[in-house]
């Protein structure tokens, strides 16, 4: 599903944000990608999502080689992997409905279409019943949620979480954990970038720890937690 063989992400001589950084994620594995600010977590979901291209090394996603991707496939790419942000990103003006019905109307959806799924996909995220909610009516918890659902609403292959509940007290932190939770049962590959350390050791799920541009770690999560009270 994910492939990258020793990438390395150049800016300048002096800002090296990634350094030969090889990483396979199976089809629908959930992976929590770990590491201090400034390691290189964000520079490598760029790369995922070709908002940034490597300095070097290969990168297969869902079979697309990037090497051969041209730029009028990056919408087809960017179809296939959703992404959700810790300061949700919503619209302020348009209701929850019109929120995650905006991801499929700019991709050409029909009318008939949208009000079929986005519906579903409130559901699925447990917004059942707020669809004509403003985004200022709502706690920061649902308003995360309402991202998910606009991230899922296209039924991507990949879902990319880049610290959603880092705005979050726990108990709206926990909501949305438990909703990514269930898009992976679903069969969606997600990948969750987060400082929580207590969401990490709760979560029985693969650790990927970056550490100055690098891969330092990569274990199943029980693994982690033994190594953690050594």
């Not at 396979?24 to 600010?37: A, L």
């Not at 209701?95 to 409130?122: D, K, M, Q, W």
Request: aromatic share 4%; charged share 30%; no cysteine.
């Amino acid at each position: 599903m994910i492939l990258l063989d020793r990438v390395t992400k150049v800016y300048n001589r002096n800002n090296t944000a990634l350094d030969r950084i090889s990483l396979h994620v199976q089809q629908k594995e959930f992976v929590i990608i770990i590491g201090t600010s400034g390691a290189g977590k964000s520079t490598l979901l760029k790369l995922l999502t070709r908002e940034e291209k490597p300095s070097s090394g290969k990168i297969v996603i869902g079979g697309l080689d990037y090497d051969k991707l041209k730029d009028r496939d990056i919408p087809l790419l960017r179809r296939k992997i959703g992404v959700v942000f810790q300061d949700f990103k919503l619209l302020p003006n348009k209701t929850v409905f019109e929120n995650v019905a905006f991801a499929l109307e700019i991709v050409g959806f029909g009318s008939r279409e949208i009000n079929h799924t986005v519906p579903r996909v409130l559901d699925i995220v447990g917004l059942k019943g707020k669809e004509n909610r403003m985004p200022a009516e709502l706690s920061g918890g649902e308003r995360q949620r309402v991202a998910i659902a606009r991230a899922i609403v296209r039924q991507p292959k990949i879902l990319i979480a880049d610290e959603p509940t880092g705005n979050l007290d726990p108990k709206h932190a926990w909501d949305v954990i438990k909703v990514l939770e269930k898009i992976n049962r679903y069969g969606t590959t997600v990948l969750l970038t987060t400082h929580n350390q207590e969401i990490v050791n709760k979560l029985k799920r693969r650790v990927v720890t970056i550490q100055g541009g690098r891969v330092v770690s990569d274990r199943a999560n029980a693994e982690y937690n033994k190594g953690l009270t050594k």
